[in-house]
């Protein structure tokens, strides 16, 4: 089972508002993504948490606020966004490096947001 | 120079005909190579991952990596219209968890 699951699939959201995105695994993978897609452009890297820590933040706005429960949730809050965050928040999920570098990253279906 | 250069098409091709699609680096650094499919509006599904250089072969898929011409290559024989769609091709270093993706070709497989 190569599965990552999202919730929800669409979201519309108004600036003030605040909402959640939330991804599950259950491959006992220890890295986790969260990616931002523009239409007609590639994924875009926000975070990376390893072992349930924060490893790599991608200078995202603080309106994005990355929170890892345990080892096989992730979830992305969601505060005060702007219309040009409007875009299709992709997770995903692979081995932790250090354990092996050989590792394939899996992707969930997205949640497309809409920011009105 | 952009680190990993992939013509955006749009490619269109008759059923059954072999598709190439392609991936040029910069980046020496680069040892993993994937392979997305993308279908319109949901997430990149991985096709095919290979490590340095060689080839890969997954049914009607066939992977290949030059790493010494940074060069990289999917090939879809026996093309159906299911296979319409953006294929993206992403590579990283060792213990790097950053991907780094071309810009994706888009497919369209005509019946």
């Known amino acids: 089972d190569t599965e990552v699951t999202q919730t929800p699939k669409h979201l519309v959201m108004g600036m003030t508002n605040k909402k959640s995105l939330k991804c599950e695994q259950h491959?006992?993978?220890?890295?986790m993504y969260w990616y931002k897609q523009k239409a007609k452009k590639p994924p875009e890297l926000m975070f990376v948490?390893?072992?349930?820590?924060?490893?790599i933040n991608e200078s995202v706005p603080s309106r994005f606020s990355p929170e890892c429960p345990n080892s096989s949730l992730l979830n992305l809050h969601l505060h005060a966004l702007q219309p040009e965050d409007s875009a299709l928040y992709l997770c995903?999920?692979?081995?932790?490096?250090?354990?092996?570098?050989?590792?394939?990253?899996?992707f969930g279906p997205g949640t497309r947001l809409t920011v009105t | 120079q952009k680190e990993v250069e992939q013509d955006p098409g749009p490619l269109s091709v008759p059923e059954g005909a072999i598709v190439s699609l392609n991936c040029t680096y910069s980046?020496?650094?680069?040892?993993?190579f994937m392979w997305y499919r993308q279908y319109s509006r949901k997430g990149p599904e991985l096709l095919m991952y290979?490590?340095?250089?060689g080839n890969k072969e997954d049914g009607r898929f066939t992977a290949q990596v030059d790493k010494s011409s940074k060069y990289i290559s999917l090939f879809i024989r026996d093309s159906q219209p299911s296979d319409s769609a953006t294929y993206l091709c992403?590579?990283?270093?060792?213990?790097?968890?950053?991907?780094?993706f071309g810009k994706g070709t888009l497919l369209t497989v005509n019946p």
């Open positions: 995903a999920s692979s081995q932790a490096s250090g354990v092996s570098d050989d590792y394939e990253q899996y």
């Open positions: 491959m006992g993978h220890r890295a």
């Open positions: 948490y390893s072992y349930e820590k924060l490893s």
């Open positions: 980046n020496s650094a680069f040892q993993y």
């Open positions: 290979t490590y340095s250089s």
């Open positions: 992403a590579m990283r270093g060792g213990s790097n968890y950053k991907l780094t």
